[in-house]
Each structure stands twice: as C-alpha cells, then as structure tokens.
C-alpha cells in the first residue's frame, strides 16, 4: 500500500509490446507455455519494482504484454526486458516445435529501442485521474491502418460519438497525429475543422495512419500534451526490407470524462469493416471483434480479430481485465462478420478480396511473367 501512495502523483506509462514468436498450430494461436514464461519474467519484474503491474494475453499467434510503470516511453530497460523475454518465449517456441519460432524477432541482440527490431509497440505516458478506464485493442491478421476507421468514428464522427456533440468537454473535438508511412512523415491535423481532409488521408490506410490522439489545447478536463489514444504502427515488411510477417497492431484508448465514453469507444468496433491483412497477407476480409477465448484465427486463417481488455488504473495497478467483447452486444457484428467472410470468400483469387498486386505478401506474377516472356504479343 505504502509504495502505491508514494507513486501518487507521478506519470504511469501504459505499454504494449507483442511479437509473434511462434504460433500453434500454424498460425492460429499462442501456446499456453509461451504466456507462462511471459507472465513468470513479467511477474519478477514487478517484484523487483521494474513494473506496477503486468497483464499477459494473445490474439490470434499473437503474444501480448501489458505494462504499467513510471519509467516513461521508450524505455531501454522496458524494451529490453520485452524483448528477454520473446527471446525466452522463442527458445521455449523451438522445444515445442511451434510454427515459425522467433518470427517477428528480425534483430540478433537488443540494441536500445525494441522499435524497428520486429515487435509492435504502443506506449503512452499520462496523469492518471481519479477514475482512469482505459482500453487495450489488439488484432490479428491484418495492418496498422484497420485502426483509423475506428479511432475516428471513436474521436470524430458524431453519429458514433453522443459526446462530441452533447457533451460540454468533448465538444471541441480533438487532435490526430497522422504518420505517413511510407515517407515517414507526420501530421497534426484537427478534428471537427478539418475532417474532409483527415479523411482524405486516413481513408488511404496502407500509408496514412492515426498514431495519436490528443485533447485540444481548449479542452476544459484534460491537458493538451498528454494522450487520449495511440496506435502501433510497425511495419515489419519495411523494417525488414522485405515481407517476413504480419503487422499485427495494438492500440489504448482512455475513455471517459472529457473523452468518448467506454460505450462510444467500443461502438467504434460495431461495423466490421474490411481490412488487409488475412490469409498469407494478400486479402481483405472483415475484422471481427471477439472474447478472448475466441481470439483464435481459423477460418482462412482467420477473418481478422480484434480483441478488447478494460482496466480502471489504480495508482498504475490494472484492475482487470474484462474482456470486453466477450458480450451479446457484439453478436449482430459478428454475425454480420461471417456473412461477409462468406462473401468475400466466394470472389476466390480475385480483387477486392485478393489485394492489389503492390500490396501482396506473397506473389507468383514475377514467375508466371517470366515463364510467359515469349508468348506476349503487341494488342492493335
Ligand atoms: C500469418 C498469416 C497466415 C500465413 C499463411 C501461410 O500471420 O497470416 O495466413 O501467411 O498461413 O503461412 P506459411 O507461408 O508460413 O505457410
Ligand atoms: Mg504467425
Ligand atoms: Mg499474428
């Protein structure tokens, strides 16, 4: 008790890191071992007073590690103590044979930053409030951009979000932070001022995607520096220089009190919206919002899910989880994901369900071009 009070008044640093390092089978989930060797260092580590607190899950092949601390972002000894512990998840991966051990692990040895090294990650520091409910999204089998449908309907979009127009202290609207990834360039645009050309970008979400949220300098409750939302937005094709798995992102989401509502911010999840991602990379295909124990990818590999733990903070400790999509509420969504799963399955090896070719992970067409080299002929 005494040393959760002498905590009081300093910053928690929410992170997410996750990595696949092995699925079982193929890639359709996380062995119970590997989220055993995850929550045992993770355990240590708050009892050495590293962490406040720790949470273990997985979606899909996925292994998902929740930290609180007060050690800010970007933390080397936070990063590393991830990564020791993917790097032991993975040995434990290669004794049971698990399907593609150490995949995301893309360097040799830690050097600084587990950012550009294969892992996801996504970070926030910020004041805790006397009620602090905060939301951790993650999915499977698709990108980072299947985030900026959401968190814009989430933060922008009114017939989502009763708040933005009913509530006093969401009615500014906010901030997003649009990174450019491709060129790796940002953006700080402000909603609802410039909507039409937030959504010129976001709408185009293999390259342009929302990072952040932030309140607006006017915003009566919160303070314009600290985050309301942040997305991973790892690339592992670019950071590998070429494709060697999925971008699997994660996000948090503060809700509440000057922010959407809990309620709002999961109805950002009720349209099950197409996504990249599924089945070898190179489809589209509706993402699905599930309980955790639902959180395993069959069918094609999948349809893409998304996952949601709810935690009210306590001095940093996480009061939870509950799974929030574990709930009838999203049974309509679900149903109308596997209506569409069906749909688009139907279209085979055709676009939209197959990507474009510049988007696919895996490719013949350089093959069957070469083999047809001598065969194309000049049309009138
Ligand atoms: C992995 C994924 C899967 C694989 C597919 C082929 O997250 O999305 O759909 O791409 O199972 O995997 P390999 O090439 O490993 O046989
Ligand atoms: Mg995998
Ligand atoms: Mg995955």
């Not at 009081?8 to 119970?32: C, E, L, M, Q, Y």
């Not at 649009?178 to 937030?198: G, L, R």
């Not at 067409?365 to 049309?379: H, Q, S």
Request: aromatic content about 8%; proline content about 7%.
């Amino acid at each position: 008790m005494a040393k959760i009070s002498k905590r009081k008044n300093r910053k928690i640093t929410f992170s997410i890191i996750k990595a696949d390092v092995g699925g079982w089978p193929g890639h359709a989930t996380v062995h119970p071992d590997l989220m055993t060797v995850a929550s045992g260092e993770l355990a240590k580590a708050t009892k050495d007073d590293m962490l406040i607190d720790y949470h273990v899950t997985h979606v899909g092949d996925d292994l998902e590690l929740l930290m609180t601390h007060t050690r800010g972002e970007d933390n080397e000894k936070i990063h590393e103590l991830a990564w020791n512990i993917f790097e032991k998840a993975t040995k434990k991966a290669q004794e049971l044979k698990l399907y593609g051990a150490g995949q995301d692990l893309l360097a040799d040895a830690f050097s600084g930053n587990i950012k550009g090294m294969g892992p996801g990650v996504a970070e926030m520091e910020f004041t805790e409030r006397v009620g602090e409910p905060i939301v951790a999204f993650m999915m499977d089998k698709t990108e980072p951009g299947a985030f900026n449908l959401p968190i814009y309907k989430i933060f922008a979009d009114p017939f989502n979000t009763a708040g933005l127009i009913i509530d006093p202290s969401c009615h500014a609207g906010f901030r997003f932070e649009i990174w450019d990834i491709q060129d790796h360039k940002k953006v700080i645009m402000n909603a609802p001022e410039e909507t039409y050309d937030i959504l010129a970008l976001i709408g185009a979400k293999e390259r342009y995607v929302i990072k952040r949220v932030w309140p607006k300098e006017e915003h009566p409750k919160l303070p314009a520096d600290e985050p309301a939302a942040v997305i991973s937005t790892e690339k592992l094709y670019q950071t590998a220089g070429k494709y060697v798995g999925k971008d699997d992102p994660v996000a948090l989401v503060r809700a509440q009190s000057g922010l959407p509502a809990l309620g709002e911010v999961l109805e950002g999840f009720a349209f099950p919206h197409l996504v990249s991602g599924w089945m070898r990379g190179s489809h589209n295909g509706p993402l699905m919002p599930v309980g955790v124990k639902n959180a395993i990818c069959t069918r094609f590999d999948g349809p893409p899910r998304v996952i949601a733990l709810g935690f009210q903070l306590a001095n940093g400790k996480l009061i939870g989880p509950v799974d929030l999509f574990d709930d009838p509420g999203f049974d309509y969504t679900r149903e109308t994901a596997m209506r569409v799963t069906d749909y688009m399955r139907r279209h085979g090896p055709f676009e939209p369900h197959r990507l474009p070719m510049a988007d696919m992970e895996y490719t013949t067409l350089p093959d069957v071009m070469k083999k047809l080299a001598g065969r194309f002929e000049k049309t009138d």
